[in-house]
């Protein structure tokens, strides 16, 4: 763990307040050189409504916390080659895989989702996972 670890991982939980979602709020901040270079949280698509549930379901196209700041950061121009991805929840597998993709080199997280399989793909491809525990 850095000196920096805590501080992001409670930056990146109040960005989750941003989600319109009910059953979870999730947020995340891509950090590179000790800067931000993005951000997300889950919701649904730019343009659509922020409903991300029909009664107590997801809808199928809610995006994750995780893909929000890797898209956000693609469309910027800049590079999330060799960055830190601070998330409040572990990623899932399909996060996992686009994380993986854009070259991020360490996961810090504070809280397990319900499956560790994005988890296992990450450490199989040599990504430095961290658990960070904050109030």
């Known amino acids: 763990m850095?000196?920096?670890?805590?501080?992001y991982i409670r930056m990146a939980k109040i960005w989750a307040t941003n989600s319109y979602c009910k059953?979870?709020?999730?947020?995340?901040?891509?950090?590179?050189?000790?800067?931000?270079i993005s951000d997300g949280y889950n919701g649904t698509p730019s343009?659509?409504?922020?409903?991300?549930?029909?009664?107590?379901?997801?809808?199928?196209?809610v995006l994750?916390?995780?893909a929000n700041?890797?898209?956000?950061?693609?469309?910027?121009?800049?590079?999330?080659?060799?960055a830190t991805l601070y998330v409040t929840a572990s990623p899932c597998i399909e996060c996992s895989k686009l994380i993986i993709?854009?070259?991020?080199?360490?996961?810090?997280y504070s809280e397990d989702y319900r499956l560790d399989d994005g988890l296992q793909l990450l450490r199989r491809a040599g990504?430095?996972?961290?658990?960070?525990?904050v109030e």
Do not use: W
Not at 23 to 36: F, S, T
Not at 127 to 133: L, M, N, P, T, W
């Open 23 to 36: 059953r979870r709020q999730v947020g995340a901040l891509l950090v590179k050189d000790k800067m931000i």
């Open 127 to 133: 990504i430095e996972v961290e658990k960070v525990e």
């Open 101 to 108: 993709q854009a070259g991020i080199k360490r996961v810090v």
């Open 47 to 61: 343009g659509f409504e922020n409903e991300c549930e029909d009664g107590n379901v997801t809808k199928p196209y």
């Open 69 to 82: 700041a890797i898209s956000k950061v693609a469309k910027s121009g800049n590079s999330s080659d060799g």
């Open 64 to 66: 994750h916390a995780e």
């Open 2 to 7: 850095n000196k920096f670890d805590d501080k």
